[in-house]
C-alpha cells in the first residue's frame, strides 16, 4: 500500500482522511445545496464517519490513499480528495525485478500510474485557489515523489463544469466512455476521461501556478501575486 503523507501547500493542505475530519466534513458538506449530484458527500455524522472509514479501509487495501482538504489560513476543512486507482505495471522496463512483493518496498508501494478523483469542495472555495493548489500538490506528489508516467481524471459527461476545470489544467481529453457506469442519480452516465503524461507534467505545473498567480491578483491575499513568486515557493526541493 501507499505510505500515508501530508501534503503541505500554500493555499490548502492535504491530511490522510481520519476520524477526527469528521466535524469538518460534516460542516463542509452542510453549506451544499442539496445533494452533489456528481460526486459521493457525506450529509450528517454518521455519514461522514461512514466515509472515512471506509476511506480509511481503502487504503489499508491498497487500492486508494484519501486525503481531508484543510485551509492553511484558518485550519477549516473544506472538502475531501483522493489518489485511486493505482495501477503498478510489472516488468523489468518499469519495475525491478525482485521475489518480493510490491508491498514489501521500503516507504510503501509506488504506483507507475494513478488516478485523482472523488474530490468535493465546500461552496465558498470553490473555482478558486484551493482547487488549483490541492491539484498542484497532488499532481507534485504523484509526479515528482512517485515519479508515476500518468495521472487519470475523469468526470460524468454532464458535469461541465468540472470538465471545464480539469481542461483548466492542461489535461488531454482521451474521449468520452459511452454508458460507461451508472450515475449517483440513478442515470446510466457517460464518463469522460482525461490524463497528463509525466512529459507534460513540467507545463502543466507552470499553467496551474500561473492561475494561482492570476488569482492571488484579484483576490489580493497575503501570497506572492506574480507568477515567478509562485514558481519560487512551489519550486521542487533539491
Not at 498567480?213 to 514558481?231: D, N, S
Amino acid at each position: 500500500m501507499p505510505a500515508p503523507v501530508i501534503l503541505h501547500g500554500r493555499i490548502a493542505r492535504l491530511e490522510p482522511l481520519a476520524p477526527h475530519h469528521v466535524p469538518g466534513l460534516v460542516a463542509a458538506a452542510a453549506a451544499l445545496d442539496g445533494p452533489a449530484g456528481f460526486t459521493i458527500v457525506p450529509h450528517g455524522e454518521q455519514e461522514a464517519r461512514t466515509y472515512v472509514f471506509q476511506a480509511e479501509a481503502a487504503q489499508l487495501a491498497g487500492t486508494a490513499l484519501a486525503f481531508a482538504i484543510v485551509t492553511v489560513a484558518d485550519e477549516s476543512v473544506v472538502g475531501a480528495t483522493r489518489f485511486t486507482r493505482l495501477d503498478y505495471w510489472q516488468g523489468p522496463l518499469t519495475w525491478p525485478l525482485s521475489a518480493e512483493p510490491v508491498t514489501a518496498l521500503p516507504g510503501g508501494a509506488i504506483p507507475d500510474a494513478v488516478e485523482i478523483g472523488n474530490t468535493w469542495l465546500t461552496p465558498a472555495v470553490r473555482g478558486g485557489q484551493v482547487n488549483l493548489d490541492s491539484k498542484l500538490l497532488l499532481l507534485s506528489h504523484a509526479f515528482e515523489s512517485w515519479g508515476v508516467r500518468r495521472v487519470t481524471l475523469r468526470a460524468d459527461a454532464r458535469n461541465l463544469r468540472s470538465r471545464a476545470a480539469i481542461e483548466r489544467l492542461g489535461a488531454v481529453s482521451d474521449g468520452v466512455r459511452r454508458a460507461h457506469s451508472r450515475g449517483l442519480d440513478g442515470a446510466v452516465r457517460d464518463t469522460a476521461f482525461y490524463s497528463i503524461l509525466h512529459d507534460e507534467w513540467p507545463g502543466v505545473r507552470g499553467r496551474i501556478i500561473e492561475q494561482l498567480a492570476a488569482r492571488a491578483l484579484r483576490r489580493a491575499p497575503l501570497i506572492p501575486a506574480t507568477v515567478e513568486g509562485w514558481r519560487t515557493l512551489t519550486a521542487p526541493i533539491g
